[in-house]
T-cell receptor, first 108, second 115 residues
Framework: DAKTTQPNSMESNEEEPVHLPCNHS???????IHWYRQLPSQGPEYVIH???SNVNNRMASLAIAEDRKSSTLILHRATLRDAAVYYC?????????FGTGTSLTVIP | DVKVTQSSRYLVKRTGEKVFLECVQD?????MFWYRQDPGLGLRLIYF???????EKGDIPEGYSVSREKKERFSLILESASTNQTSMYLC??????????????FGPGTRLTVL
């Protein structure tokens, strides 16, 4: 059973905000929500994480629904370097459960 | 700069060969992981290790084994390679330190082709 569900692909225009959705309806109370991204020909890299509250860092913002069954990664101004596959992941203990990710295309 | 390195970026082997994929991290991390990545399936965990000589099965351990003789090194072994093991293999490490929030650091991957 998939622990997270994401759209296969999304497009955004450069300099515009991007909202990447993720559903995780079977999340448990102790699961953290992490987002990673994978640039072409590289391994995944950490973007942001949260448990219950919305989070901001220099790369992105994470909005978590009140019931925690969904979350949204927000890139405030997409750049060409943000073109990547974005993974929404549930963390249980030390184990990561990757979905298939969303491939983001940024249009100049 | 933190680093996870993998022994090869590309590897071609024949069916039935024994294959070793090596991963080294320089961050003194306790945890190390091996994933495989296939189109449409995302990343799937093969094995992970919490400590030297410790190993735990992930979601798809069949056909693989691992070895962790030193803290910095985690090896993935394909005892008898098969064509369905053609894939991208990714190694990762993470710290047990609670302040690290389980962030995993990934290597660049090894693309293995089994003919």
């Amino acid at each position: 059973d998939a622990k997270t569900t994401q759209p296969n692909s999304m497009e955004s225009n450069e300099e515009e905000p991007v909202h990447l959705p993720c559903n995780h309806s079977t999340i448990s109370g102790t699961d953290y929500i992490h987002w990673y991204r994978q640039l072409p020909s590289q391994g995944p890299e950490y973007v942001i994480h949260g448990l219950t509250s919305n989070v901001n860092n220099r790369m992105a913002s994470l909005a978590i629904a009140e019931d925690r069954k969904s979350s949204t990664l927000i890139l405030h101004r997409a750049t060409l370097r943000d073109a990547a596959v974005y993974y929404c992941i549930l963390i249980t203990g030390n184990q990561f459960y990757f979905g298939t990710g969303t491939s983001l295309t940024v249009i100049p | 700069d933190v680093k996870v390195t993998q022994s090869s970026r590309y590897l071609v082997k024949r069916t039935g060969e024994k294959v070793f994929l090596e991963c080294v991290q320089d961050m003194d991390h306790e945890n190390m992981f091996w994933y495989r990545q296939d189109p449409g399936l995302g990343l799937r965990l093969i094995y992970f290790s919490y400590d030297v000589k410790m190993k735990e099965k992930g979601d798809i351990p069949e056909g693989y084994s691992v070895s962790r003789e030193k803290k910095e090194r985690f090896s993935l072994i394909l005892e008898s390679a098969s064509t369905n093991q053609t894939s991208m293999y990714l190694c990762a490490s993470s710290s047990l330190d609670w302040s690290s929030y389980n962030e995993q650091f990934f290597g660049p991957g090894t693309r293995l082709t089994v003919l």
